[in-house]
């Protein structure tokens, strides 16, 4: 990239930056700079005082005036003081005004992103963005705003009063600036660059901590952690060598300015030095002029580092840019139709999804009748949860119609949409927050009977006495506290209170023990009674139990009947049901668990039905 494009760029995103968040402090970034003017003018007029302290007070022997003066520097102080902390403060209100709002905004974007993005964007990286980034910015505008007011007010009051007492003296000392512009030029690239490896390496940083501490007891099972360890040391180097060069980088354009100072103040004193000797020129004179120069370093230096800081942050801005110009996939409608109401139909016809090139649906026709329930079979990969992605709206079919109450999901207003199904699967979501927060999420219209009445059916109550504080345990991240069945009944508490027409359940027993599956199996029972529910199981008395299967290979709905037809009509089904459930070897029992091959078929059977019988009469 070349620098004008560079530049371009870098003042494109300043646009930017100013039109979405800054402009709406405008009055307070003017009460900033009026104060930075303050500061920044204070030392023109400290340098200024010289003259007359050593003209006047010093050599004049003049006495009288030594109240004066000294009152006058005082003053000069006082008033850096007081504007120096009135601009910081307003300033650091602004910024972190401008911070939150852009976090904000960033997070909510985010959300509303399809499964492509997230899964291009990892939790990591996004954090990183959301966090770090945004305090880049931060602070490299506010070193820009101090910048270009106190820094440039104090730069031009002290060159006006160099200029005053002698502009050849003034040229003379700046002689070596324009040698200057080149190296810094160089040395900007130089940390652009270095920056933008260090936000790539620190987004990775933070993806890694990420699975790490999610993945802590699989990397603790399998003895992962020294590896861990080296990967994170590996990345971590890399991350510091380049935080270190643009470090020198950032560092290198103030040092190149106190050389050049350096050889200025060599070549006044050369030239400069005969004049006073002469007596040409005061003491007073030189002193205000030596002052005035050596006061300029700073506010030099410090505009020569926002050239670098700048650099960082624009590596900053220019991701945070791209994650908010990201377009948004799935959107709803610009007119949405009505949900649908009552218990819906659902229907998918002839719908093909690929993510990216692997083709998940092909051509894939199903209906599932209101109020029934309907069990997707098939094996892993065919495309059964694809399937609950597509009605939920996380993923838009590349072709074919998906309908829910014979309105295209595409139709209808996101949220009206996602607000039709309740979805129980394998993984529970909870909060880090109270069992109580984690069943109401956030809702405030649910009276404690009903509550009680939610929490009874989910089998919560069950084992509310064993938490120390009953509903206001808190249950851990990801809910840690809680065993598995004890979180799938919290979801199912969550969805019997969102009381929605559909339900999806996508293996939501198949991570728990016999136990707990079978009072999670009860909850379910409840919950799916007078709504249209799609369920995938591969326990054989869920399938059993459908009114419907549909069994599903390689993206299509093959075949449909009752468990009785299609072990009839042997096709895949019959196979399936063989190879999982009936395999010689493997027999399973009521909830499709392996029992001991000796255990004659016609026995099982009939402990399926007595089993199944019991269960119906625990439910109702
Ligand atoms: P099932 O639930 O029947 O096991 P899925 O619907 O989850 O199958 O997946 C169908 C196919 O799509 C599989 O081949 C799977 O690898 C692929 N797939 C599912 N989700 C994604 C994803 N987010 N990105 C890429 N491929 C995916
Ligand atoms: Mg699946």
């Known amino acids: 990239m070349s620098d004008s494009t560079a530049g371009a760029k870098s003042t494109t995103l300043l646009i930017w930056l100013w039109r979405n968040y800054l402009h709406r402090h405008v009055g307070w970034l003017m009460v900033a700079l009026l104060f930075m003017t303050l500061e920044g003018s204070m030392l023109g007029a400290l340098s200024y005082m010289m003259q007359p302290m050593f003209d006047d007070i ?95 007010v104090s730069l031009l009051a002290l060159m006006a009063v160099a200029i005053s007492v002698d502009w050849r003296w003034t040229a003379i000392t700046l002689i070596g600036v324009p040698v200057l512009f080149l190296p810094v030029a160089l040395i900007q690239r130089f940390v652009r660059s270095q920056a933008r490896s260090a936000r790539d390496l620190g987004a990775g940083l933070a993806t890694r901590l990420d699975e790490i501490f999610h993945g802590i007891v699989p990397i603790k099972l399998n003895g992962l952690e020294r590896y861990q360890q080296r990967q994170y040391a590996d990345k971590t180097d890399q991350f510091v060598g380049s935080e270190i060069r643009a470090a020198f980088g950032t560092a ?49 230096r410090r505009l020569g580092s926002i050239s670098g ?41 002839d719908v093909s ?107 919560v109550s069950d084992f509310l006495p064993n938490l120390s504080n009953g509903l206001d345990t808190r249950v851990g991240p990801r809910g840690s506290a809680l065993s598995g069945g004890q979180r ?22 198949s991570a728990l023990d016999a136990q707990s599956e079978k009072v999670v199996q009860a909850a379910l029972d409840r919950l799916s009674g007078g ?49 999982q459930f009936q395999d010689g070897k493997m027999l399973v029992d009521a909830r499709g668990r392996p029992v001991p091959a000796a255990t004659p078929v016609a026995e099982k059977a009939e402990r399926q039905g007595w089993l199944r019988r019991a269960v119906r009469k625990l439910v109702s």
Not at 532 to 557: E, F, P, Q, Y
């Open 353 to 459: 999804l690929s993510y990216g090139t692997a083709p998940a649906l092909r051509g894939l026709t199903l209906t599932a009748e209101p109020g029934k329930t309907t069990a997707l079979v098939g094996a892993s990969g065919a495309g059964k949860s694809t399937i609950y992605n597509l009605l939920t709206r996380l993923v838009d079919p590349q072709a074919g119609r998906v309908a829910v109450g014979g309105v295209d999901v595409r139709d209808m207003d996101l949220a009206a949409l996602r607000g039709l199904f309740s979805v129980v699967s394998q993984d529970a979501l909870l909060f880090d927050e109270t069992l109580r927060e984690n069943i109401l999420l956030g809702r405030t219209d649910v009276s404690e009977a009903q509550l009680k009445k939610v929490l009874d059916a989910a089998h």
């Open 58 to 152: 010093f050599i004049g022997g003049d006495t009288g005036a030594i109240t004066g003066v000294a009152l006058a520097v005082m003053a000069i102080f006082v008033l850096r003081a007081a504007s120096g902390v009135t601009q910081q403060v307003v300033l650091t209100r602004i910024s972190q005004r401008t911070a939150a709002s852009l976090r904000l905004d960033l997070l909510a974007r985010a959300m509303r992103q399809d499964g492509a993005f997230h899964q291009a964007h990892p939790p990591g990286f996004l954090i990183q963005r959301v966090q770090t980034d945004v305090n880049a910015i931060n602070d490299v505008w506010r070193a820009v705003i101090t910048g270009a007011g106190r820094d440039a």
């Open 488 to 509: 799938q009944r919290v979801v199912i508490a969550r969805a019997l209170l969102r009381d929605t027409p559909i339900l999806l359940l996508d293996e939501a027993t």
């Open 309 to 349: 800081l700048w650099q960082v942050a624009a590596a900053a801005i220019e991701r945070i840019k791209e994650l908010m110009d990201a377009p948004i996939r799935l959107t709803s409608p610009a007119k949405p139709v009505a949900a649908p109401k009552g218990l819906p139909q659902i229907t998918l016809k």
């Open 252 to 300: 290198a354009i103030p040092g190149l300015i106190d050389v050049m100072a350096g050889v200025g103040f060599m070549a006044v004193l050369i030239y400069g030095g005969g004049e006073i000797v002469s007596g040409e020129k005061t003491v007073g004179q030189f002193m205000s002029f030596f002052t005035a120069m050596g006061l300029t370093f700073e506010p030099v």
């Open 531 to 579: 709504r249209t529910t799609l369920v995938i199981a591969h326990r054989l008395s869920t399938i059993r139990n459908a009114d419907k299967i549909v069994v599903m290979d390689r993206g299509r709905a093959v075949d449909e009947g009752t468990h009785e037809e299609l072990l009839a009509r042997g096709g895949i089904y019959a196979d399936l049901y063989r190879l």
